[in-house]
T-cell receptor
Framework: DAGVIQSPRHEVTEMGQEVTLRCKPISGHDYLFWYRQTMMRGLELLIYFNNNVPIDDSGMPEDRFSAKMPNASFSTLKIQPSEPRDSAVYFC???????????FGPGTRLTVL | DAKTTQPPSMDCAEGRAANLPCNHSTISGNEYVYWYRQIHSQGPQYIIHGLKNNETNEMASLIITEDRKSSTLILPHATLRDTAVYYCIVSLSWGKLQFGAGTQVVVTP
């Protein structure tokens, strides 16, 4: 398996624009997590899904952020409108009930100018 | 979840064992101790986890004190590729992980 795939790897956009980050989990995994990492706040869990259903979105910073998982092999994290303080590295991770670990993707580095 | 306390940084000589401490004095009876590491510009990587007993795998060993208030991750023969931030996390499961600041480990030749 190729592991967790995230796209794009780098995104530069201007304040006010819509940004969509994408994630393909490892095949067979039924849990998917979105994290955000900044120097100030470290690595934070934003939301996670089980069987495509959002289970806990308490980490989502505000209404500008939304996440979807239309099927078992794809998830998106959308920011609309984006702001400079959203600049961070966003990681996606997946796992299954029988595993003891989360498998992380390479991350998307987002810069909002 | 209980919080953990780790030293912000530590150095280790290549080939020597690296012993990374972690305090988790408020851990509850059913919480596990997880260790992840993050190499620069990569996503975090699982290393090992344990509940009460010491654990060993191909990457590291985890020593948990009898009162479970602290633990030590041991990298038996550190290599330059082990340079990373190491996170000690206490959690009920692998699901909702709360990453702290971790320990920046630098392995030197």
């Amino acid at each position: 398996d190729a592991g967790v795939i995230q796209s794009p790897r780098h995104e530069v956009t201007e304040m006010g624009q819509e940004v969509t980050l994408r994630c393909k989990p490892i095949s067979g995994h039924d849990y998917l997590f979105w994290y955000r990492q900044t120097m100030m706040r470290g690595l934070e869990l934003l939301i996670y899904f089980n069987n495509n259903v959002p289970i806990d979105d308490s980490g989502m910073p505000e209404d500008r952020f939304s996440a979807k998982m239309p099927n078992a092999s794809f998830s998106t994290l959308k920011i609309q409108p984006s702001e400079p303080r959203d600049s961070a590295v966003y990681f996606c991770a997946s796992t299954s009930l029988g595993d003891n670990e989360q498998f992380f993707g390479p991350g998307t580095r987002l810069t909002v100018l | 979840d209980a919080k953990t306390t780790q030293p912000p940084s530590m150095d280790c000589a290549e080939g020597r064992a690296a012993n990374l401490p972690c305090n988790h004095s408020t851990i509850s009876g059913n919480e596990y101790v997880y260790w992840y590491r993050q190499i620069h510009s990569q996503g975090p990587q699982y290393i090992i986890h344990g509940l009460k007993n010491n654990e060993t795998n191909e990457m590291a060993s985890l020593i948990i004190t009898e009162d479970r208030k602290s633990s030590t991750l041991i990298l038996p023969h550190a290599t330059l590729r082990d340079t990373a931030v190491y996170y000690c996390i206490v959690s009920l499961s692998w699901g909702k992980l709360q990453f702290g600041a971790g320990t920046q480990v630098v392995v030197t030749p």
